[in-house]
């Protein structure tokens, strides 16, 4: 069955810091992989999703995930933490040819001033 | 703005009763879904729908039912709430075609607590 690991629930960075947020995926075939974001008392959104027209995906608020396919890794970066980027972020897959979306456990991100 | 809309931020039942979660989508989508987040468990899929009055379990359907009678509304329904119930619920859509690639939009939640 098709599973996601988010490497750590807590994250803690300095402002200004580089943020790595990691993401794993099991899957024999490259499924369809997202990064969601929850601030507090919100719903998810959307960061960004691969759609295999690039391994290196850019999203909202600066975020990029480059989907490396001999690790099946889909690792969240941003060069510089900023205060506003403090919240809960998700992993999720949608296996090819499927309706459910997978989600990781999530990982809680603090930034520090 | 499109949106998705739970009717209750927060409930509080009480053990054996029965529960409606409200949700509306003003998108037109063909897909609807109930997840419930747990802390450390993430997002866990409850049932979905990909058209009117049809529903697909998902992963934890045991000790919940559904109906969606209208494209819009998707409802889900704790026929005899339980303690181990009590969770955050998302309720979530897309829109049809090539469902695999297609982002969920969310609604806020509902906190429900059984007590």
């Known amino acids: 069955a098709q599973s996601v690991t988010q490497l750590g629930s807590h994250v803690s960075v300095s402002e200004g810091a580089l943020v790595l947020l990691r993401c794993n995926y099991s899957s024999s075939v490259p499924p369809y992989l997202f990064w969601y974001v929850q601030y507090p008392n919100q719903g998810l959104q959307l960061l960004l999703k691969?759609?295999?027209?690039?391994?290196l995906v850019k999203g909202i608020n600066g975020f990029e995930a480059e989907f490396k396919k001999s690790e099946t890794s889909f690792h969240l970066t941003k060069p510089s933490a900023h205060m506003s980027d403090a919240a809960e972020y998700f992993c999720?897959?949608?296996?090819?040819?499927?309706?459910?979306?997978?989600f990781g456990a999530g990982t809680r991100l603090f930034v520090k001033a | 703005d499109v949106k998705v809309t739970q009717s209750s931020r927060y409930l509080v039942k009480r053990t054996g009763e029965k529960v409606f979660l409200e949700c509306v989508q003003d998108?037109?989508?063909?897909?609807m879904f109930w997840y419930r987040q747990d802390p450390g468990l993430g997002l866990r899929l409850i049932y979905f729908s990909y058209d009117v009055k049809m529903k697909e379990k998902g992963d934890i359907p045991e000790g919940y039912s559904v109906s969606r009678e209208k494209k819009e509304r998707f409802s889900l329904i704790l026929e005899s709430a339980s303690t181990n119930q009590t969770s955050m619920y998302l309720c979530?859509?897309?829109?049809?075609?090539?469902?695999?690639?297609?982002?969920?939009?969310f609604g806020s939640g509902t906190q429900l607590s059984v007590l």
């Open positions: 999720a897959v949608t296996p090819t040819g499927g309706f459910k979306t997978i």
């Open positions: 998108m037109d989508h063909e897909n």
């Open positions: 979530a859509s897309s829109s049809g075609g090539d469902v695999t690639n297609e982002k969920l939009f």
């Open positions: 691969y759609t295999s027209a690039a391994t």
